[in-house]
């Protein structure tokens, strides 16, 4: 299986690449903790129920780290941390927490190599993965 892409025109009206077309990804489906632990218990010796709680557990740890303030990192996989969205101020003492920060969001950066002979940043995560061309929507066409 590979990634599978549709091209998309940018909707930007004010950005250097308004109206440009760009490839974007087509999901496709989701995976559900279930699902998972279904493949890990078929390649480990932990049962399903295991590794469904260890999920949990793990989901539940980083959640109640994240909110202590701390940064999350997961060898392998990437680092977790929290930031903010704001309102701008003037000045440093116009700024009220409850007036300006307007949402709290959990940021997630995949874990990656760089080439030592060009400097790109690969992500270890999408190491390998092969892009092909999605199948193509149609819409319903009416039959009268």
């Known amino acids: 299986?590979?990634?599978?892409?549709?091209l998309e025109q940018s909707k930007f009206k004010d950005k250097k690449g308004a109206g440009k077309w760009y490839a974007r990804t087509v999901s496709t489906g989701v995976v559900t903790t279930e699902e998972l632990a279904d493949s890990i218990q078929e390649n480990t010796?932990?049962?399903?129920?295991?590794?469904?709680?260890?999920v949990i557990a793990?989901?539940?740890?980083?959640?109640?780290?994240?909110?202590e303030g701390e940064t999350v990192a997961l060898e392998g996989l990437g680092r977790f941390h929290l930031t903010v969205?704001?309102?701008p101020v003037d000045n440093p003492e116009d700024f009220d927490i409850k007036t300006h920060v307007k949402n709290v969001k959990c940021?997630?950066?995949?874990?990656?190599?760089?080439?030592?002979?060009?400097?790109?940043k690969n992500q270890n995560l999408a190491y390998g993965a092969?892009?092909?061309?999605?199948?193509?929507?149609?819409e319903d066409e009416d039959d009268d």
């Open 1 to 6: 299986m590979a990634v599978e892409i549709r």
């Open 85 to 87: 969205e704001s309102e």
């Open 130 to 138: 092969r892009v092909e061309w999605a199948e193509p929507e149609y």
């Open 107 to 120: 940021r997630f950066v995949p874990t990656s190599t760089r080439n030592a002979r060009t400097g790109k």
């Open 45 to 54: 010796s932990f049962s399903r129920g295991d590794v469904r709680g260890l």
């Open 58 to 67: 793990l989901v539940d740890e980083i959640s109640y780290r994240l909110r």
